[in-house]
């Protein structure tokens, strides 16, 4: 009887064309949008959504996966996110997003974030080897497939040396032959010029991440997560040492926090010779590694089930000092906001608070932990969602924006108690500066002077913005550029002195020039 099996390359082969086809269209629409086009900012985001729409037609398996679902939402938010303004933050979350859809239908469910971590690491190693493993592996089942019959793998085997070896002699003869160069010369060959040398590494690089999300493949080897449960012989930790410590810093955090207290509200003046805004610089920081050092220490000497998290009166002093610990972290939050309301607002205090605030939330769930007997697992899994929640939502903000606002509503030259609007700093947040120095431009009682230089600042961002749109375009820029339009509508224009600017906006003079040197005295 004639078998009528189908050979296990065919479906293998069916597979792969159907992923071929998605993944050859991104490249297209990657090389339309970005190469020929020229195109970036909010277009990030519809390429974006074309590779969600080519992930879902080329993994039919997504579809009938809820948990992939829920991934592939997570991944078109950003994608969202990049249209609205596009940030490596935003482009980053995708592909995170993206990975965990395209990996999690061959997972049995979602187990924790370190793990997870490995995973979307070795899917990114192995991306750019991806489609040579594929095609090796497709090949091998070709030929397995077509035994006793000719196969394109045993073909390359059997023409390598040959052609390899003619090549060789070829170019030789062709040095010291006129008659071959001149035949090579006149074949029509590829100009191999960087230009197009750069284009196809481009295809390369759009292929090899589709593909990787087209044909994943889960690490075989995970490293577990710490366990942190039960007895761990450390030298120098018992119950005794760590009764002892607890007790000792906790007098120390108490002393620190008190001054805190003391300075930072109010009560007591400031040491000679050092302002408010010098204590609150100094501070903010050093006691954030303070705070993370005593995370370190709770979740090593007090691990759930061992007999130093079962003492009463250790568990007690540990809430103590977590408490402590919390409190010195708003402690640096309030010197970080002092520090901001006597000199100016950045992007990178926006983002120490932010930073500080997830410091604490990770402090109360060790105590959490501790309380509850909650495994090391949870304890990444919910600090992790934490941190991806909130980078979700600053996806959707602008903090340069709010940066800008802060800075025009506090400014001394408007009656605030903050310094001088530094308009150097707001000229480098690019349009997220546009219309907060507008309105400040159109406030009135400002010195003309200064209405001047905001003008000029303001007018250089305007254009800059105007221009970027054409390549550039984001939904939050657009209506920037909107809301610009209307408040200068009925505007008289403004009326600036000719001549170049500095990042202030204060007009620089022109050097003298220097009268030519004729090489004679006294001429």
Not at 15 to 23: C, Q
Not at 45 to 54: I, N
Not at 113 to 134: H, M, N, T
Not at 423 to 445: F, K, Q, V
Request: proline letters at 5%.
């Amino acid at each position: 009887m004639v078998s009528s099996a189908v050979p296990p390359s065919l479906p293998l082969l069916a597979r792969f064309r159907w992923k071929l086809a998605p993944a050859l269209l991104i490249v297209g629409i990657g090389d339309w949008l970005f190469y020929q086009r020229h195109l970036h900012g909010g277009y990030l985001g519809l390429f974006a959504l074309a590779v969600l729409l080519a992930l879902l037609a080329g993994r039919p398996v997504l579809r009938r996966d809820r948990r992939a679902w829920a991934a592939m939402a997570a991944a078109a938010l950003f994608a969202l996110a990049l249209i609205y303004d596009a940030s490596l933050l935003a482009w980053l979350l995708f592909w995170t997003a993206a990975g965990v859809a395209a990996l999690i239908p061959a997972t049995a469910r979602f187990d924790d974030g370190w793990r997870w971590f490995q995973r979307l690491v070795w899917l990114g190693l192995r991306a750019p080897f991806g489609p040579l493993i594929d095609l090796k592996r497709l090949l091998k089942l070709r030929a397995a497939g077509r035994a006793g019959r000719w196969s394109l793998h045993a073909a390359l085997g059997t023409l390598t040396l040959p052609v390899a070896g003619s090549a060789v002699i070829l170019t030789l003869f062709s040095a010291a032959n006129p008659l071959i160069e001149r035949f090579f010369s006149s074949l029509l060959l590829p100009d191999l010029s960087p230009e197009l040398m750069g284009r196809l590494a481009f295809w390369a690089l759009l292929f090899a991440m589709i593909w990787g999300l087209l044909r994943p493949r889960l690490a075989r080897v995970l490293l577990p997560v710490f366990s942190g449960r039960g007895d761990w012989a450390l030298p120098g930790v018992s119950v005794a040492s760590v009764t002892l410590s607890l007790t000792v810093f906790n007098l120390i955090f108490a002393l620190q926090n008190l001054m805190d207290a003391a300075w930072l509200w109010g009560w007591a003046p400031m040491p000679q010779g050092m302002t408010m805004a010098d204590y609150a610089h100094r501070g903010a920081y050093p006691l954030i590694a303070t705070a993370l050092l005593a995370a370190l220490f709770v979740l090593v000497t007090l691990r759930p089930g061992s007999e130093t998290a079962r003492t009463g009166s250790i568990r007690r002093l540990v809430m103590l000092w977590i408490g402590q610990n919390i409190f010195l972290v708003a402690s640096s939050m309030l010197r970080t906001a002092d520090y901001i309301d006597a000199y100016s607002m950045t992007r990178l205090r926006i983002e120490a608070l932010v930073w500080m605030a997830l410091v604490g939330f990770g402090l109360a769930s060790i105590c959490w932990r501790l309380l509850r007997e909650r495994s090391a697992a949870w304890l990444v899994n919910v600090n992790l969602a934490a941190a991806g929640l909130v980078l979700a939502v600053i996806c959707f903000i602008d903090l340069g924006a709010v940066a800008a606002q802060w800075n025009v509503r506090h400014a001394r030259e408007v009656g605030g108690r903050g310094v001088a609007l530094d308009l150097c700093y707001l000229g480098g947040l690019g349009d997220s500066a546009l219309l907060p120095l507008l309105s400040l431009e159109r406030r009135p009682g400002l010195q003309p002077e200064f209405r001047e230089r905001v003008q000029a600042v303001r007018l250089r961002l305007h254009a800059g913005l105007e221009a970027e749109l054409d390549r550039r375009w984001t939904w939050v820029g657009q209506r920037r550029l909107d809301r610009a339009r209307a408040m200068l509508s009925g505007a008289a224009p403004a009326a600036l002195t000719l001549g170049q600017r500095d990042c202030a906006g204060r007009p620089v003079r022109p050097r003298p020039t220097l009268p030519a040197l004729t090489g004679e005295r006294g001429k």
